[in-house]
């Protein structure tokens, strides 16, 4: 398994930008789908957005399309997610997350490593 290590998290007002990293141990980084999943209190953890582990190509929950962007650099063993024009109601704790499946996973039970998580937290 890889160990992933979210940062980049913060208190920021509704409208402004913040950009989250995760950064991955081990060689084996660009065989991984990765994928970003946020949980608020109370509720269930729920699917961000996914990036293919081959040709980068990216799927978003209808709630961030628009105004999140994910991307990795694998010669870093980096993912992040860019998150322009936040709202309150993005408010939550971020996950990134890695599938050992082809394709574009979106399901928790999907990703089999998960990092601790890094708080994002929008003010009106």
């Known amino acids: 398994q890889v160990q992933l290590v979210e940062s980049g998290g913060g208190l920021v007002q509704a409208g402004d930008s913040l950009r989250l990293s995760c950064a991955a141990s081990g060689r084996t980084f660009s065989t991984y789908a990765m994928g970003w999943f946020r949980q608020a209190p109370g509720k269930e953890r729920d699917f961000v957005a996914t990036i293919s582990r081959s040709n980068g190509v990216t799927h978003y929950a209808d709630s961030v399309k628009g105004r999140f962007t994910i991307s990795r650099d694998n010669a870093k063993n980096t993912v992040y997610l860019q998150m322009n024009n936040l709202k309150p109601e993005d408010t939550a704790v971020y996950y990134c997350?890695?599938?050992?499946?082809?394709?574009?996973?979106?399901?928790?039970?999907?990703?089999?490593?998960w990092g601790q998580g890094t708080q994002v937290t929008v003010s009106s």
């Open positions: 997350a890695a599938s050992n499946l082809l394709g574009f996973p979106r399901a928790v039970p999907d990703f089999r490593s």
